[in-house]
């Protein structure tokens, strides 16, 4: 759904959405046929991505990771369905394809109902494989630079639907408060959740203080960037 999609790609990450809804429970669990899927999908979804670009779930995801080291493939997934909300109204009849794909029966649905079908089966493949459904250690006084981070990101300039720095922030703050559909113990997550969560924040919060500054010379320096190429 991003702004350079076209129909080779959404070829590919339909085809991908499908091999990592039926794989990654099983891929979590260890298991042959899951393994072998999930390295399929991801291989079909880079074929994909790499030609039209990343949307603000990657920009929030990136500056999530440089602040608090939160796992980039567990940022992404928690950020997601928040991000596919937001995007909804962008993205025409799309996500009756991604709710199909992801194994729901979009009969008699309306174009509001799929819409919310396909965010809510997302979130809950996330829950059934261990996704934290929130992000705690976020900080009120850290919203200003995580924001102006993702808001700067290569990847921001994709998302189908416009975001200022301030709808950035507010999409943050729906993932502090963000409550899992479902049972997080279904499918072993219980257990994966107590090992992401863990891990998912460091204890030592004074190791902030470097990586935020080298965050945000990265940014200068990306910005420096785009006003030289202008």
Known sequence: ITKGAWEMTDMFHIKAIELIAKSLRG????TK???EGMALGQFVTG???????LGIAHSIAHTLGAVYDTPHGVACAMMLPIVMEYNADQTGEKLKAVAEAMG???????????RKA???AVRQLSVDVG?????PAIKE???EFL???AYADACAPGNPKAASVEDIKALIRVGVKTIALGNSGQGGGSTITQQVAKNLFPRDTTSRGPIMRKASLVISKLKEWITAVK
């Open 27 to 30: 891929a979590v669990e260890n």
């Open 33 to 35: 046929e899951g393994r």
């Open 47 to 53: 074929m994909a991505f790499s030609n039209v670009g």
């Open 104 to 114: 729901v029966d979009t009969t008699g649905m309306d174009q509001a109902a799929y």
């Open 118 to 120: 396909a965010v809510d």
């Open 131 to 135: 996704i934290p459904t929130k992000l």
């Open 141 to 143: 006084e850290d919203l």
């Open 147 to 149: 924001a102006q981070s």
